[in-house]
């Protein structure tokens, strides 16, 4: 059994800097909605703060699926995006900020970036695959979206 760390972006600034890391990692430049890959070829998959941002998050979602083996796990880090919390923190720290030095709207700025809140994100893959684990952060005895900052999770391809 072969086994291999594959990193995938699709920008290759996030690529360079990977590398800088990690001289032996193959990195490919693709797109999260078409992967250049066989299908089943993966027995772990993870994806960290990078769904949030794909817009096409159903045909993201079926690729992931595609090219992950059966019984295969997918791991995934999601900030706690649409949650009280986040966005109370947000409020405070990056939008004064942004707004201040940009002259953005960074409400309308974010709502363009962030476009996948966790909870759609997390109940899209919960309905393709088994749910094996959910951790959330700061309060992991409080586990909602709404009290916390992060939320990483399992899920296993049956």
Not at 45 to 68: G, K, P, T
Request: hydrophobic share 40%; net charge positive.
């Amino acid at each position: 059994e072969i086994s291999r760390l594959v990193g995938v972006d699709i920008r290759r600034e996030s690529l360079k800097k990977c590398r800088e890391h990690d001289r032996d990692m193959i990195l490919i430049q693709a797109d999260l909605t078409a992967l250049p890959f066989a299908d089943k070829i993966f027995t772990d998959m993870l994806s960290i703060y990078a769904l949030e941002h794909i817009y096409h998050l159903a045909a993201a979602s079926n690729e992931i699926e595609r090219v992950l083996m059966q019984g295969g796990n997918f791991y995934v880090g999601l900030p706690c995006e649409g949650g009280l919390a986040w966005n109370l923190g947000r409020k405070f720290t990056s939008e004064r900020t942004m707004s201040k030095r940009y002259n953005v709207d960074y409400k309308k700025y974010i709502r363009l970036e962030h476009c996948n809140d966790a909870a759609d994100i997390l109940q899209l893959f919960s309905q393709k695959m088994t749910p094996r684990r959910r951790t959330y952060f700061p309060l992991t005895l409080m586990p909602l979206i709404s009290a916390n900052l992060t939320v990483t999770s399992a899920f296993q391809k049956s």
